[in-house]
């Protein structure tokens, strides 16, 4: 793992400040990729094996054939520092990672309510840093396409834009134990890709407020998914 991260620290250090062109980045991100791999090869951790023993033995178990609980927690993990190349070719974090728990009659409900919950916490989070950045620019005078009538129109239609964003999510991690009333309490780790989300969200945000190809709003979404999620 130590060899893991010291490698995440050499790809950020050789990182260059400067736009580059489309066969920089795609060589960078293929380096990137190596590394992502090679996160993703790594046995569990031995912090993973140590929350693995304490989960254990609150009860915490995993479906039948599913992963260890030491090798799910290593996975999220090691998404959690795994890399891509912005548009300036500089290494930022892929994923947005977040947790959830929830308690069902069945596992398989108590995830999917589990998943939704933590979608639902990055959508509002997402909705509010998009309103803030679009009322920053309009506040401070900047020179923007950005108006009232844009920021009115995102407030009426940021559900739909953000959640329409979100439909595809990945679980990581996924754990249950059963209560003292005999439903499934479950725990799930999901990771939201950035590359992916960004790509959603300034594509919606161009057709519901009308303001295709509008560089302004393409650079409040980067803004944002750059920022603490």
């Avoid at 790594?42 to 993973?48: G, I, Q, Y």
């Avoid at 679980?171 to 950035?194: C, G, H, P, W």
Wanted: glycine content about 4%; charged content about 25%; aromatic content about 4%.
């Amino acid at each position: 793992m130590k060899k893991v991260i010291v490698m995440m620290v050499m790809a950020i250090s050789a990182s260059v400040v400067f736009a580059q062109s489309a066969a920089e980045l795609a060589k960078q991100q293929r380096a990137l990729n190596e590394i992502n791999m090679k996160m993703l090869n790594t046995k569990p951790s031995k912090d993973a094996r140590k929350q693995e023993k304490k989960l254990v033995k609150q009860g915490w178990l995993v479906p039948a054939g599913g992963k260890t609980i030491a090798k799910q927690i290593t996975e999220v993990q090691l998404l959690g520092e795994e890399l891509m190349a912005d548009e300036n070719g500089n290494p930022v974090k892929r994923y947005i990672l977040r947790s959830a728990q929830a308690v069902s009659g069945t596992f398989n409900t108590g995830v999917a309510t589990a998943r939704a919950n933590a979608q639902v916490e990055l959508a509002a989070m997402l909705q509010t840093k998009v309103a803030a950045a679009m009322e920053s620019k309009l506040d401070n005078q900047q020179a923007t396409s950005i108006t009232a009538h844009t920021v009115e129109k995102f407030h009426e239609r940021a559900k739909s834009i953000i959640d329409a964003c979100l439909t595809n999510t990945n679980t990581v991690l996924s754990i249950y134990r059963v209560t003292a009333q005999k439903n499934y309490e479950v725990q799930v780790q999901v990771v939201f890709d950035k590359k992916e989300l960004s790509s959603r969200l300034k594509r919606r945000l161009q057709q519901e407020l009308e303001q295709e190809g509008d560089e302004d709003l393409n650079d409040i979404v980067d803004s944002v998914l750059k920022g603490e999620l």
